[in-house]
Each structure stands twice: as structure tokens, then as C-alpha cells.
């Protein structure tokens, strides 16, 4: 007993005299005691079991077992504080929530200097926010609460910020990078620094030091729990400090604020519902007694898709951004969009509050712009077909122009290649021309041409080719067809010309030209030729 309790210190068992009249009577001893018994001199906890070896009505021995629950008695002690703390927090300052997590950081593991420092959101600013109590009355006058200052010239403890993890020094002043302590400040020994991670940023770091011992992953563990949970009501103390308004203020906010707020219970009766909805929608409050909300603005026979995303909410999905039209007192369609929270009591849902801007002219706009959009596509289109076909067609007679007349034989030529079939051409221009343009005008020089055109058109068939090659130059392709089935398409095509009245000239015009069939492989260059 003297080797495992030095100190002397008992949590359970009896006392030390107590505890030997009780094995002497024969009785078993169960406790747990706190003791140092491991190769570190750390504390653990120990639970004893012991019973007295009894011979002769005498106590010659004591057989028992220890178990080590050190690490179960940490996590009940986490526990137990993480209770505490978090009832305290309720009703004190952000500052002595802080300093009590320290204050039972330094406990917990043996320290004497606690602190605990701000990181910004730049990831580069510190903010030295609190120091232990013991550290300000005993340790350290180099207070600087408040003080901003950047990482760059903080000390070595700032390595658990780059590396993003818990960092142990244990041994501080073999450390060849540290800088050094401003004056006032406690010596430090060894020391356990610890970030709380949030959204990959670091939030906060505490920090304690001088441990008697070594520190090892318990306490990291210990500081670790203890640094998130000071973290996390921090931050809800903040958002208790935005939020804590007067009821009188917070319900002249939402009566006046710019957006429609509306409040459901779970059956979806009107709880809240401020100027701007009744504005909005015609009603007011009282419209809604015993009513239910959605059927009135947003009829299920007229919206069933959107009554589909209402359903969710029963179902727990509920869509936090919505968008939805509704109909107004009047019989108005307005399209609002939603963003929805739950309201939550003792962990259960109670109801909806949903905040509205009505973005009517803004839909009204957008389907103008869809419309006009729609248009201009049209519009390009419509060019697109048009310049497609310019490029291809000749303007004046609408057959094809000579480059695309080429393509089209091309085709015709390969085919012929492939298959072994005839290809006849015939080759024309209108006699004297220059002379339609000379004693009549380029204008009937034009409608001589389209008319020339139109007279070959009615001629050839639907797989015959025909285009404009030159000025008054005109190539007709006739695929599968021997030279002397051309020259008769020839001489159909010229009757059909001399017989056809140019108004502008008073009579049909005349023209000349070849026939001839293509040779095996021959091509369009030589047969032009």
C-alpha cells in the first residue's frame, strides 16, 4: 500500500486504518483509487479488488487485483465537465466560459499556464483572447488581452497551426526555432497546443504548459474535447448575442422587413404573417384562422406540382430554397421564391418559417427574355438557312451556282465510277446576249436569263443537274443518260427556249451550245475542255 499509494490519496476506499480492520474481519474491499504508480509518474485511476488471507484468526496477507481505468474515468470526467460547462455557459460571458475550459484544461492534465487565441479567417491574425486563472495570478503579467497580432510573429506554438493538429513540445528549450518569450511572460517548460478545425480553417487554439510530467495522447485527448466544445459555445454564445433583441424588436423586424415571412404550424395554419405578405398576397392574418395555408394560395387542382414538393416537408425533406407561384386575394398570379427553416422545440419539429421575395416582374421578365431569345434564334436561323443557300445557289435564277454545280457532278461523276453508268452534259449560252443588255437594259438581260432558266427547268428531270457556269453560260448534267438521249434533251431544251416570250424583248431568245458523254474516268476539266 505504501509503494502504490505514496500520497497517500484515496478517492473510494476506506481509510488506510479502516481499510485494514475490514480485511482483518474478513470482508472483501472493492474501490477505485487515484493514485502514480506507472513507469512516468503520471496519474491513473486503479480499481482495486482485495480480500485478507486469514490464518489462525490472523491477517498474514492480501491477495487482490488492480485494473487500470484511467482512460474510463478521463472520458467520465470529459463527460462530467462537458455538462457542467455546458450549463454554465448558459448564463455567463463568452470570457468566463473561456477561462473555465482552461482553467479545467490545466486540471485535467497537470498544468499551471492555460490560454486560448483566436485565429481570423485570414489565416494569419492571432487574437490572444484568454489566460487561465492561475496563469494571470501566478505566472504570467504579459497579459496583451485583445492584442492582434500576425502568426509570422507568434512563438512556436503556432506549429499546431501549420500542420493542422495537436503539437507537443516537451521539451521547449531544446526547440532551435523558438523565439524567445516577451517579457512578463511565464517560463515555459513543455506545452500541449491544440486547433479546432472548421470548414479546413482553423478557429481557435488552446494551449497548456508546465505538465510535470511528459504530456501524451491523453491529454491530447482530453484538450482536444475540451477545445471543441469551448469552440462550439462560443459560437452559439455569439449567435446568442446577435439574436438576443427584445421580443417587442424582433417582432417589429419581421413586420416591417422587405420580404414576406410566414410562419406554419405542422398542419400548415398561419402563425406569423407580416406587412409585406399581406401586402403581397391581399390577406391578412386573421383570412387564415382555421384555414389552411396552401390550399388557399396555392390550390392543389391548380398547382398539383407543386403541392408534390409539399409533401416532402411531411417526410422530413424539406426544400430549403423553393420557388412557387400562388394566387393572391384577388385571383393574381405571383411568383415567389422561398427560403425555408424548420422550427425545431425540444428536438421535434413544430412548425415552418419561410421568408418570400416576390420576384413576379422578374419571371415576367425572364419569359420575355425567353421569348426574345427564341426569336433572335429563329431570326438565325432563318439567316443561316438563307446565307447556307446563297452560298450554293445563284441569286438571280435560283439554280446552282457554278461552284456548287461542280460538287453536285462531282457526286454524279463517282457514282458513275462506281457503277459503270453513262454521264451526258450539255453545254449552252444564249445567242446575242450582249446585245439583249446593249439595246435593252441590264434589267431584261435578267429576266431573259431566268426565263432561259425556267424553260430548261421544265425539261429536265428531278436527278438532272443544271447551272449557271457563266454570265449567260448554262451546264446541264444527265446522269445515266448516252450521248443520244442528251443531244434529244437537247433539242427539247432549245424548242422550249425558242418558244418562250421575253416580254421585255417581244420574242423568244435562241441559244448554242455542245453535247457530249463522258469517257470511263474522264474528268469534268476534260470534258469541258
Not at 480485511?23 to 480480500?51: A, M, R
Not at 398547382?303 to 393574381?332: A, H, M, Q
Request: with cysteine.
Amino acid at each position: 500500500i505504501d509503494l502504490t499509494l505514496p500520497t497517500g490519496i484515496y478517492k473510494e476506499l476506506p481509510t488506510y486504518n479502516n481499510y485494514i480492520q475490514l480485511i482483518q474481519n474478513g470482508y472483501q474491499s472493492t474501490g477505485t483509487i487515484y493514485t502514480k504508480i506507472n513507469l512516468e509518474g503520471d496519474p491513473v485511476w486503479i480499481f482495486v479488488q482485495s480480500s485478507g488471507i486469514i490464518r489462525d484468526g490472523l491477517l498474514e496477507g492480501i491477495l487482490g487485483t488492480m485494473i487500470d481505468i484511467t482512460e474510463m474515468k478521463n472520458k467520465e470526467e470529459l463527460l462530467k465537465t462537458n455538462l457542467q460547462l455546458s450549463e454554465m455557459s448558459i448564463s455567463s460571458t463568452i470570457d468566463d466560459v473561456l477561462q473555465t475550459f482552461l482553467n479545467k484544461a490545466e486540471e485535467l492534465t497537470g498544468s499551471s499556464i492555460g490560454f486560448f487565441h483566436f485565429l481570423e479567417d485570414d489565416q494569419i491574425h492571432l487574437k490572444l483572447q484568454m489566460w487561465s486563472t492561475n496563469t494571470l495570478e501566478t505566472m504570467c503579467t504579459a497579459q496583451n488581452k485583445g492584442d492582434h497580432y500576425p502568426i509570422s510573429e507568434a512563438g512556436v506554438w503556432v506549429d499546431c497551426v501549420r500542420a493542422k493538429e495537436p503539437v507537443i513540445h516537451n521539451d521547449y528549450q531544446a526547440l532551435e526555432h523558438k523565439k524567445g518569450l516577451p517579457d512578463g511572460h511565464a517560463p515555459i517548460v513543455r506545452e500541449l497546443v491544440v486547433p479546432v478545425i472548421r470548414g479546413g480553417k482553423v478557429k481557435v487554439i488552446l494551449g497548456v504548459g508546465n505538465k510535470l510530467t511528459f504530456y501524451n495522447e491523453a491529454d491530447v485527448e482530453i484538450v482536444s474535447s475540451l477545445a471543441n466544445l469551448a469552440w462550439d459555445i462560443v459560437e452559439r454564445k455569439r449567435t446568442e448575442g446577435e439574436l438576443s433583441v427584445s421580443e417587442e424588436f424582433t417582432e417589429n423586424l419581421i413586420d416591417t422587413a422587405n420580404a414576406m415571412i410566414v410562419g406554419l404550424d405542422n398542419d400548415g395554419n398561419v402563425t406569423i404573417f407580416n406587412r409585406s405578405a399581406e401586402k403581397i398576397t391581399g390577406y391578412s392574418k386573421q383570412d387564415f384562422i382555421g384555414q389552411n395555408w396552401f390550399e388557399i394560395v396555392t390550390p392543389r387542382n391548380k398547382y398539383p406540382e407543386v403541392w408534390e414538393e409539399f409533401d416532402r416537408i411531411t417526410k422530413g425533406g424539406i426544400p430549403r430554397n423553393f420557388e412557387n407561384p400562388i394566387l393572391t386575394k384577388s385571383g393574381e398570379e405571383k411568383y415567389i421564391v422561398w427560403q425555408n427553416n424548420e422550427i425545431v422545440a425540444d428536438g421535434e419539429i413544430t412548425g415552418l418559417i419561410s421568408f418570400g421575395i416576390d420576384i413576379t416582374g422578374r419571371k415576367k421578365a425572364e419569359e420575355e427574355l425567353e421569348q426574345h431569345r427564341d426569336h433572335l434564334e429563329a431570326l438565325v436561323h432563318e439567316r443561316t438557312v438563307e446565307l447556307e443557300r446563297l452560298a450554293i445557289t445563284d441569286e438571280l435564277t435560283g439554280i446552282a451556282n457554278r461552284r456548287h454545280g461542280i460538287e453536285l457532278i462531282e457526286k454524279v461523276l463517282l457514282d458513275s465510277d462506281r457503277y459503270g453508268d453513262s454521264v451526258s452534259f450539255y453545254l449552252f449560252d444564249i445567242d446575242h446576249f450582249k446585245q439583249v443588255n446593249d439595246n435593252f437594259g441590264h434589267l431584261c438581260g435578267d429576266d431573259a436569263l431566268v426565263a432561259v432558266t425556267d424553260a430548261t427547268a421544265r425539261v429536265l428531270r428531278k436527278n438532272d443537274i443544271i447551272c449557271r457556269y457563266g454570265g449567260e453560260e448554262f451546264l446541264v448534267c444527265l446522269p445515266r443518260t448516252a450521248l443520244k438521249g442528251a443531244v434529244l434533251v437537247a433539242d427539247r431544251i432549245k424548242e422550249e427556249i425558242n418558244t418562250t416570250l421575253i416580254d421585255c424583248i417581244g420574242k423568244a431568245l435562241t441559244v448554242s451550245g455542245g453535247v457530249i458523254e463522258r469517257k470511263p474516268k474522264e474528268s469534268l476539266k476534260e470534258i469541258i475542255r
